[in-house]
Antibody
Framework: QLLLQESGPGQVKPSETLSLNCTVS??????????WGWIRQPPGRGLEWIGS???????FYNPSLKSRVFISAHPSKNQFFLTLTSVTAADTAVYFC???????????WGQGNLVTVS | SYVLSQPPSVSVAPGETARITCGAK??????VHWYQQKSGQAPILLIY???DRPSGIPERFSGSISGDTATLIISRVEAGDEADYYC???????????FGGGTKLTVL
C-alpha cells in the first residue's frame, strides 16, 4: 500500500513559481511498475493531468502546460517534485500527487494541497 | 487533443441503477479507467482497464465499453454513492493522460 503526501506553500504570488513536493512511503519511486504524476483541480471544476515522471526519470507533460512545467525526482528521498512557472489566478487549484500504475491509471493519491495564486 | 465527454449530472433514486457515460472517438480501442471523488476528498480508483475492480470496491460498480462509449454502471445505488465520477484514458505518448469533465451523481 502506497501513501503519498503533498507539501508546499498554500499561496503563491502571480508571475512567481509554484513548487510542490510529494513524499512517497510504502514502496520505492524507483519501482518499474510506476510513474509518478501530478493532477490538479481548480475550485468547483474537474481533474486536469499536469504531468508524470517515470521510474527512469523520463517526463511526460500535458501539452497545454508543457512550457511552464517541470517534474523531477529525488529517489534517495523517495520524493518527486512539481515546478510551475509564471503562475496566474487560473493556476489556483488543489494539486494532487498520485501513483501512475504502468503509466495507465492512478491507483494511489495524496490528499491534495490547495494552492491559491494571489 | 483527445476529448472525453461526460454528462454533467446524473440523478437516480436509491436502489436503482445509475449509468454514467464517457464518449470519445474510438474509445473502444483504449483502456478506460473510472474514479470516484466525494466532496472534499481525493479521487479513488473505481474501475481500471474498462471493467476490473480494485480490491475493496463493491461489485455494485462495474464498467463496460462499446464503440465510442464507455459506461460506468452503479447497481443498487446508495446515498453514499453521491459523488463526482471521472473517466480517464491513456491516449498517446505526446498527450498521455486524459480525464473526462466529470459527472455529478445525485441520489434522489
Amino acid at each position: 500500500q502506497l501513501l503519498l503526501q503533498e507539501s508546499g506553500p498554500g499561496q503563491v504570488k502571480p508571475s512567481e513559481t509554484l513548487s510542490l513536493n510529494c513524499t512517497v512511503s510504502g514502496g520505492p519511486i524507483t519501482s518499474s511498475s510506476y510513474h509518478w504524476g501530478w493532477i490538479r483541480q481548480p475550485p468547483g471544476r474537474g481533474l486536469e493531468w499536469i504531468g508524470s515522471i517515470s521510474y527512469l526519470g523520463t517526463t511526460f507533460y500535458n501539452p497545454s502546460l508543457k512550457s511552464r512545467v517541470f517534474i523531477s525526482a529525488h529517489p534517495s528521498k523517495n520524493q518527486f517534485f512539481l515546478t510551475l512557472t509564471s503562475v496566474t489566478a487560473a493556476d489556483t487549484a488543489v494539486y494532487f500527487c498520485a501513483a501512475d500504475y504502468r503509466h495507465h491509471y492512478f491507483d494511489y493519491w495524496g490528499q491534495g494541497n490547495l494552492v491559491t495564486v494571489s | 487533443s483527445y476529448v472525453l465527454s461526460q454528462p454533467p449530472s446524473v440523478s437516480v433514486a436509491p436502489g436503482e441503477t445509475a449509468r454514467i457515460t464517457c464518449g470519445a472517438k474510438d474509445i473502444g480501442s483504449k483502456s478506460v479507467h473510472w474514479y470516484q471523488q466525494k466532496s472534499g476528498q481525493a479521487p479513488i480508483l473505481l474501475i481500471y482497464y474498462d471493467s476490473d475492480r480494485p480490491s475493496g470496491i463493491p461489485e455494485r460498480f462495474s464498467g463496460s465499453i462499446s464503440g465510442d462509449t464507455a459506461t460506468l454502471i452503479i447497481s443498487r445505488v446508495e446515498a453514499g454513492d453521491e459523488a463526482d465520477y471521472y473517466c480517464q484514458v491513456w491516449y498517446t505518448s505526446a498527450d498521455p493522460e486524459v480525464f473526462g469533465g466529470g459527472t455529478k451523481l445525485t441520489v434522489l
